[in-house]
C-alpha cells in the first residue's frame, strides 16, 4: 500500500469519527437494552424476591414483545420494543392501554414524552366535574332549579370547556428518523406527523399547546405549535458563533420562561413573551446534562408559604449549580471533583447528582450554615454535602424508610437519606431496566424480555 492510499484511509477514519464534545446519540437515556436473552419466570422471580420491595403491586409477561426501553410519563409506562413498537401501560395496575407500530420501523430516536402537568390537570377537571353534577342533583332534589344550581350550571359548562381544550393537548410525542409523531396519550391513535426541517439533538419537552426541541445543526430551541400540527412558531438561539451541536441537552419550560443550556458553557433564561431573556449564567466548561427544573414551597420568617422554582445544572466544569429559576441568580454550587454529564434527580429535600467516573451525591436542595444548637444562621452558598457513594450511578426510588440508589455493578442500595449509612446491599443480574421513580415510591424494574414488576419496600428490617 502506498502512502497516499495510507494516508486517504486514515482521513476516511478520522472524518466518520465524532469529538466527544459534539456527539449527538440517537439513543439518550439510561435504560436502553440490547439484550433479549430470557432468563425464565423462575429464575427473575428468585432475582426479584431477594430485593427489599417485597410488596409486589403487580407484574407482567409481555407477549412476543422484548424491551428496549421503559420511560415513566403520565401515568404510563411507556415501553419501546426491539420490533419497533410504542406500549404504553397503566403504570398503577399494569395494563396495556394500547400498542402503535413506528411506521417507519426504525428505533425512537430518543424516549417519548407527554404533554408536561396535562394528564393531572385533566385528572382534577375531571373530579371536580363529577363534584358540581353530585352537587347539582342534590340541591335540585331538595329546592329545585333555584339559582345556586345555575351558577352551578354556568362552572360546569367553564369546567367542561377547558377539560375540552386539555384534552387535545393530551398527548404523546416521539421523534423517528427526523420525523414527529403525536398520539392521543388515551387511546394511542396518531394525530399527526411532521417532518422537521432540522436535526433535533434531544429529547423533546412538551407542554399543552407547545414543544420545545433542541437543534443538532443550529445553535437553537425550536417551539413547535401543537394547535397548528407541529408547525414551527418561534425558535430562540443560543449566543454562541458555531452552530452546529452546541445544545444538545433538552430544554426546560415552565410558562412564561424557557431554559436551556449550551456548550458554551451558559444556562440561559429566554422568557417566550419578550425579543430577548436575562443574561444567562456562565460555567467554566461544555453543559451536557439535561437541565432540571423543581418547584416547591418554602417558609418565610414570617411562617408564610412561598413557591420556589429551582434550576440544578451541571456542568462539565466538575461543578453542580442551582439556580433561582425566577431571577436566574446562583442559590448555591457544589463543587464536584468531575465532570457532570447525567441530569440531577431533585426529590424531597435531597437533589441526587452524578459524576462521571466519581460518585452520587446527596446534596441538601436548601443548604444553609447553622450554630451548635441547629439555629440557621444563613444560606450556604457552596452547597451541603448530606452523603457521597463511590461510583454510585443514580436514584432509583425513595420508600417509608430509606432511599434507594443504584451503585456500582448493578447494586442497589438502601441508604438512610438523612445519614448515607448503607442498610442494605442488593444485587442485580437478570434485572436490565431498573427506571428512577420520584412521584411515589412504586420501584419498576424489567428484564428486556418482557418481565415486568411494580414493587414497593417491605416493611422488613434489614
Known amino acids: 500500500m502506498n502512502r497516499l ?22 439513543y439518550d437515556g439510561t435504560d436502553v437494552s440490547v439484550t433479549y436473552q430470557d432468563p425464565g419466570a423462575s429464575a427473575l422471580q428468585a432475582e426479584v424476591g431477594r430485593l427489599p420491595f417485597k410488596s409486589v403491586e403487580w407484574e407482567y409477561k409481555l407477549t412476543n414483545s ?7 410519563s403520565g401515568g404510563y409506562l411507556l415501553i419501546e420494543t426491539a420490533s419497533n413498537e410504542l406500549i404504553a401501560m397503566d403504570r398503577h395496575v399494569g395494563e396495556v ?9 426504525r428505533p425512537l430516536d430518543f424516549p417519548p ?30 329546592k329545585g332549579p333555584v339559582d345556586e344550581v345555575k351558577q352551578l350550571q354556568k362552572d360546569r359548562k367553564e369546567k367542561r370547556e377547558k377539560l375540552k381544550v386539555s384534552r387535545f393537548g393530551d398527548n404523546v410525542y416521539f421523534l423517528s428518523q427526523q420525523e414527529l409523531y403525536c398520539l392521543d396519550r388515551i387511546s394511542g391513535t396518531l394525530r399527526w406527523t411532521r417532518r422537521l426541517e432540522f436535526l433535533p439533538s ?3 419537552m412538551a407542554t399543552q399547546f407547545y414543544l420545545f426541541i433542541a437543534a443538532a445543526n443550529k445553535a437553537r430551541v425550536y417551539v413547535l405549535n401543537v394547535k397548528e400540527r407541529g408547525v414551527v412558531a418561534d425558535y430562540f438561539r443560543a449566543d454562541i458563533d458555531s452552530r452546529e451541536n452546541h445544545i444538545t441537552a433538552r430544554p426546560v419550560f415552565l410558562d412564561p420562561v424557557l431554559y436551556f443550556v449550551s456548550h458554551d458553557g451558559k444556562v440561559y433564561f429566554q422568557a417566550m413573551s419578550e425579543a430577548s431573556g436575562g443574561g444567562p449564567l456562565q460555567t467554566q466548561g461544555p453543559i451536557r446534562a439535561n437541565p432540571v427544573l423543581f418547584q416547591t414551597s418554602v417558609v418565610s420568617g414570617k411562617n408564610e408559604a412561598r413557591e420556589k422554582k429551582l434550576l440544578f445544572v451541571g456542568s462539565t ?3 453542580f449549580y442551582a439556580l433561582d429559576a425566577a431571577s436566574g441568580q446562583l442559590d448555591w454550587k457544589y463543587e464536584c471533583g468531575a465532570p457532570i454529564f447525567d441530569p440531577a434527580v431533585a426529590v424531597g429535600k435531597t437533589v441526587y447528582v452524578k459524576s462521571e467516573g466519581g460518585a452520587l451525591f446527596a446534596l441538601e436542595i436548601f443548604p444553609v450554615h447553622r450554630r451548635k444548637n441547629g439555629d440557621v444562621l444563613g444560606p450556604k452558598r457552596n452547597g451541603g454535602l448530606r452523603w457521597k457513594l463511590p461510583l454510585g450511578e443514580r436514584f432509583l426510588v425513595a420508600g417509608e424508610e430509606y432511599v434507594y440508589v443504584l ?34 415510591d412504586i420501584f419498576y424494574c ?14 422488613e428490617r434489614f
Open 5 to 26: 492510499s495510507l494516508l486517504a484511509i486514515l482521513l476516511l477514519v478520522v472524518s466518520c469519527s465524532s469529538d466527544p464534545e459534539t456527539k449527538t446519540s440517537l
Open 66 to 72: 422484548k424491551i428496549r426501553r421503559m420511560t415513566l
Open 97 to 105: 392501554k394500547w400498542v402503535y407500530h413506528v411506521d417507519s420501523n
Open 113 to 142: 414524552v407527554v404533554a408536561r402537568g396535562v394528564p393531572e390537570k385533566i385528572e382534577e377537571l375531571e373530579k371536580t366535574l363529577l363534584l358540581i353534577n353530585r352537587k347539582i342533583e342534590s340541591i335540585v332534589q331538595l
Open 202 to 204: 434531544a429529547q423533546p
Open 317 to 319: 466544569d466538575n461543578a
Open 407 to 440: 451503585g456500582p455493578r448493578k447494586e442497589i442500595f438502601a441508604i438512610k437519606d438523612v445519614t448515607g449509612e448503607i442498610v442494605g446491599r442488593y444485587p442485580t443480574s437478570r434485572l436490565q431496566i431498573l427506571l428512577t421513580n420520584t412521584m411515589d
Open 446 to 459: 424489567a428484564n428486556s424480555s418482557g418481565y415486568i414488576y411494580a414493587l414497593r419496600e417491605s416493611k
